[in-house]
Structures are given as C-alpha cells and as structure tokens.
C-alpha cells in the first residue's frame, strides 16, 4: 500500500507570553491511496494547527511530513508555495472561492499558477466541472452561487493540479445537512477514483459513515475510537 | 496577468472612481505644471531665449540685470579673455512709455544690445534696427494690443526721449512686461539725459551697461571670475530667478505641484490600502493555494500602473483640449518634454503608492486561510 501523506512524529508548540504549550505531541499519521481520514476534536484541541503542518503552511516545531514519499522539511518559503500549488488541494471552511473569478476561471487560475498549457487546462476544468456536475454553472461568480455548489467548485479547484493530498477545513461548517453530505460524499469517492489521500477536519458528526477512517486528537495525539 | 485584469473587470466602479480621482489630479497637476511654464516664460522669455550661458554683472547687484552697472572697458577685458564673438553687452531697464498723444501708459523693459549680435531677436514683422540707426526701436507684439504698429512713436516718460517702431519681435518680456530693443547709441543717450535730470555730470556715464553675456564652459567662467573683482558671473538660471518676482511666483507655483504629487502619494497608497486591506483574507487563500507572493504583488504593481497610465493619457488629452480653449494671452506653456516629464513623475508616484499595499501582502500569512470563519 502507498501512502501519500505520511506525517511523522510531528511536535508543535505554541509560545504564549512566555509560557511554551505543546499543541500536537508526537503525533503520527499515514493516509494510504484512495482513503478519506476524518478528524474530530474539540475547540483548541489543535485540529487547524495539525491541518496547516499537514498543508505546507505551517512548519512544525519537529518531526517530518512527507508527501509521496517525500520529506517537505526545511524547504524554503518559494518551494513550500511550489508545493502547495502542485502536490496539496485544499477546501476551505467557506468564503476560499476568489469573488472576481468565475467558477471555470477558478480552476483555470490554479493551473495557469502551475504551468500547465491552456487548450490542456481548458480540457481539465471542463471535465471536472461536469463530473461535479456544475458544467451549467461554469460562467457564475461565486456571489451567484449556493454554498454547495461553491464547495464543489472548491472541490473540482482543489482536485485541477492533480495533487497528491487533500486536505479539507470543516468543508461542510456552512452547508445544511444534505449538502453537507453530498460534499463530504463527492470527496470520498474523488479520492477514492483519484487516488488521493484525503484528511477532512471536521465538527460534524454525520458525515462520519462516510469516511474510511475517524480520528480523534486528543492531547496532541491521534487516536482511534 | 490574469488576477488584476480579471479584478477590475468585476469590480469596474471601485476602479473607475479610483481612475477618476487620478484623472483629476493628474489634470490639476498638467495644467498647474503648464500654468508655472507659461508664468516663467511669459516672465522671463527675452532672458530665456537668450544664447547666452552666463552673465557678468556688478559684485552688489545681487544677480539682477536692473540694478548692475559695469564700465565698458570690461566689455573688452571679457573679450580678450574668451573671445570677441563670445561676449556681448546688455543692458536692462524698466521704465514706463506712453504713446504720442500720451493716451495710456505702459510699463515696459528697455534692453540695448548690439543689433547685428547674437543678443538680438530676430523681426517677425517690419523692419530691424543696426547700430547706426536712430531713434528706431523693436517692440514686443504684445504691444500691438495697446494700438502700437510699426512707425508710432513711443515716449519714455522719464527721460522724455521719443522712439520710432521700426519692427517687432515676439515672446519678448522680462518681469511679465513687454520688451523694447533699442541701440547702443540711444542707450547711451537715455543713461545721458537720466543723468543730466539728477543733476550729475557726464562723469559717470562711463558705467553705462548693466551686464555682459557670455557663452562660456565652467573652465573659462572660473579663470574669468578669478581675473576679475568687481565683477560677478552669474549663470542665465540664476539671472532668471532674480527677476523681479520671478522666484515668488515659480516658488508658489512649484509648492502647489509639489503639495499635488504629495496628496496623490497618499490618496493613492490609502485607497490601495484599503482595498489590499479588505481583500487580506483572498490574499491569505491565495497564497495557501500556493500562489507565489511574487505574483500577487506584480498583480497589484500591474493594477496601479493600468490606471495611472490610462487616466494620465485621459488628462493628457484633456489639457490639450483645454489649452487650445485658453485665450491667446493666457501665459500656459507645455512642451512635450514637460509632459513626459510629468507623466513619469506621476507613474513613479503611483508606484509609489502601491508600496504600501505591496508591503501589507508580503506580511500576509497563508495561514489566514485555516481556521477562519470570516466571511
Ligand atoms: N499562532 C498561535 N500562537 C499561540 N497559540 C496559538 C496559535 N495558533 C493557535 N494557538 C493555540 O493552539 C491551540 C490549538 O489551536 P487550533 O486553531 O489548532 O484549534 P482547533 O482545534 O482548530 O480549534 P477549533 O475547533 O476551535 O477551530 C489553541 O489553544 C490556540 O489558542
Ligand atoms: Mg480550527
């Protein structure tokens, strides 16, 4: 089995008035191909922090993330940007979508960051809007359109680089229960068709039987309950 | 550049009301900077069309043409030093002439130059004085206005002495008044019976000019100011700004462009500002999606200089469509040199402007985008 997000051994800790507070504690974490890894915890636990280690966003205090195999440790500020833009998909709480793009420019951006030739880009963005089914809704700013249908464009901005790993910020926190699980079921199956390993942070507890794997953190490790 | 075109598109009135306001500055500042040409031309021209690149003039007068008086013999002194053809006497006053039948009074500049040197102007209408004419002056156009044409006579009012128009000239005046030309004969003439009037004798007339031009380079005006002690060598620029008034008037024109550039700095980096401000958490997802600070600050730099441009090439036209609106003797003066000057002045300045911003996106962290329920 390959993993493509292996987090190994991370610590972090937060300084706060001079006062040094271990967030996450030697946690460890692989997601395999294809699997969806729910995490829950409660407010402060450290649920964002150990999102944005996994993202390329935040460098921890020690340990190791690796994707596909490799370790992003000490990469200066332009390569962990290179990183992020080709190997990580993120889905945002909410409000992620840039308001003066339309949804078909969304994705078109994305990959224009990335290099990737227009007519090839164009080929992409058409095909994924129309397996999230949002074909239709290509030309719309994201003002025109409904939380779901924001969240799938995220989705299908998150899935345009191909990347390695998706990683998804209580992607239903705005959505009501239907859509919450039509989103959380559209992430699952992406990842398991795409291949991607997939970690979504999450308050709600219904999506849950969807997901390959529930994790809880708690004092700064991830545990199966 | 696919982001700021993209956000200008969609958000057309918050960048056309910034295009405005940059419109309207970059006009004000066209139109002043033209306004503060046209002053110091109109002021100053006969000094300013002079080939001259500096002028020796008496150590006291303080750089001014009017109150400098020197002895011919230095006239010939600066020429053995520099050369005959390099060197020209001059002579400024400024008097008040009425006309024959004294029906108005005009505050004139009289200057006396050799006729056949490179001092004089050449005639746009009529006919040019020599050395040996008489009595015969040149007059600025703008006199025609007060009814002179070419054979009226023009009396000083206070020497009394009569001249006949023989010519005129254009563009001439020195402190916004219009120029008369006249000989070194009648010069001599008029310092003659000024000084029979104060009751003098003959005695002093051998200081009768007021200043020598010269087309020199540094090295020589440094070995002639060393020769001489009298006397002082000013450049035309210096001469220029000692004109009555000429440097108050430039001077608060200058602080009004200054005053201008400044207000756009600010109004520009505060509006950006605030934009950039608004937009921190975009920016925050931006980056986490792994855009490159780079871009987004090339995309910002690129949004200004769009709107700089096209509202400098707006008030471009504007002011050419205004100035040929002005009235003929309106003093407005923009050559195409002072426009690309200031168009180039006006994009720097809104480079400028965009640093803030630039500086708010680079401290912008991609974490921003985690955790945040802002909408
Ligand atoms: N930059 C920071 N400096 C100091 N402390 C921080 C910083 N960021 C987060 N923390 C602290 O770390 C802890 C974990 O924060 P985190 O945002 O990861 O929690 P969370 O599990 O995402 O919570 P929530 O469910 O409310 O979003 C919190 O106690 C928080 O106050
Ligand atoms: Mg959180």
Redesign the interface.
């Known amino acids: 089995m390959t993993y493509r997000l292996i987090m190994d051994q991370i610590t972090h800790r937060f300084e706060d008035g001079g006062v040094q507070r271990t967030i996450l504690n030697n946690l460890s974490l692989k997601v395999a191909e294809g699997e969806l890894v729910a995490v829950l915890g409660p407010s402060g636990s450290g649920?964002?922090t150990f999102?944005?280690i996994a993202?390329a966003?935040?460098a921890p205090t020690s340990g190791n993330v690796l994707l596909d195999g490799e370790s992003i440790t000490g990469e200066n500020?332009?390569e962990l940007?290179?990183?992020?833009?080709?190997q990580?998909g993120?889905i945002?709480?909410?409000?992620?979508l840039?308001?003066?793009?339309k949804a078909e420019?969304q994705l078109?951006?994305?990959a224009?960051?990335?290099g990737i030739h227009s007519s090839l880009a164009a080929k992409r963005a058409r095909a994924l809007l129309e397996k999230l089914g949002m074909s239709h809704r290509r030309g719309a700013?994201p003002e025109k359109l409904s939380g779901g249908e924001r969240q799938r464009i995220a989705i299908a901005?998150a899935l345009m680089n191909d990347p390695a790993v998706l990683l998804a910020?209580e992607p239903t926190?705005s959505l009501d229960a239907a859509r919450g699980m039509d989103v959380v079921q559209l992430l699952a199956s992406e990842a398991k068709e795409l291949g991607k390993s997939a970690v979504m942070v999450t308050h709600d507890e219904r999506v849950l039987p969807l997901c390959d794997r529930v994790l809880h953190l708690d004092n700064g490790c991830l545990i199966e309950k | 550049m696919y982001l700021a075109i993209r956000e200008m598109r969609f958000a057309k009135v918050r960048y056309a009301l910034i295009a405005t306001i940059m419109l309207l500055i970059a006009f004000l500042v066209l139109f002043v900077t033209g306004l503060a040409k046209g002053l110091a031309y109109d002021n100053a021209a006969s000094i300013e069309n002079m080939s001259a690149s500096h002028f020796v003039m008496e150590k006291e007068a303080s750089h001014r043409f009017t109150r400098s008086l020197l002895e011919e013999s230095v006239l010939s002194q600066t020429g053995k030093a520099i050369g005959e053809e390099n060197v020209q006497s001059l002579s400024v006053r400024m008097t008040t002439v009425t006309n024959a039948g004294a029906e108005f009074k005009l505050d004139v500049t009289l200057i006396a130059v050799k006729p056949e040197g490179w001092l004089m102007p050449s005639v746009s209408e009529g006919h040019a004085i020599t050395s040996q004419s008489i009595g015969e002056v040149l007059v600025d156009s703008k006199m025609k206005e007060s009814g002179i044409g070419i054979g009226s006579i023009i009396v000083d009012q206070g020497s009394g002495l009569e001249w006949t128009v023989s010519g005129f000239v254009s563009d001439e005046s020195f402190s916004h008044s219009p120029v008369i030309f006249l000989n070194e004969s009648d010069w001599r003439q008029l310092q003659l019976k000024m000084n029979a009037l104060k009751g003098a004798d003959g005695a002093a007339s051998d200081r009768s000019i007021s200043a020598i031009a010269l087309r020199a380079d540094k090295e020589q005006v440094e070995q002639l100011a060393a020769a001489m002690s009298q006397t002082e060598i000013v450049t035309k620029s210096q001469a220029i700004a000692a004109i009555p008034g000429y440097k108050e008037e430039q001077g608060s024109l200058t602080m009004m462009i200054l005053f201008l550039y400044i207000i756009s700095v600010f109004v520009l980096a505060v509006f950006f500002y605030v934009i950039t401000i608004q937009k921190s958490h975009q920016f925050g997802v931006l980056k986490a999606i792994g855009t490159r600070t780079g871009y987004l600050v090339k995309s910002v730099s690129l949004q200004m200089l769009l709107l700089s441009v096209s509202s400098l090439m707006i008030s471009v036209l504007l002011v050419r469509a205004i100035e040929m609106m002005l009235p003929s003797g309106m003093p407005f003066q923009l050559h195409v040199s002072t426009l690309l000057m200031t168009c180039g002045a006006f994009i720097v300045i809104s480079l400028v402007g965009a640093l803030l911003s630039v500086y708010k996106i680079s401290r912008i962290d991609a974490l921003d985008a985690i955790g945040r329920t802002t909408a």
């Open positions: 649920k964002s999102l944005s993202g966003l935040l500020a332009g940007s290179s990183i992020r833009l080709h990580i993120f945002f709480q909410s409000a992620n840039i308001p003066y793009l420019e078109m951006f994305v224009k960051q990335s700013y901005r910020d926190a």
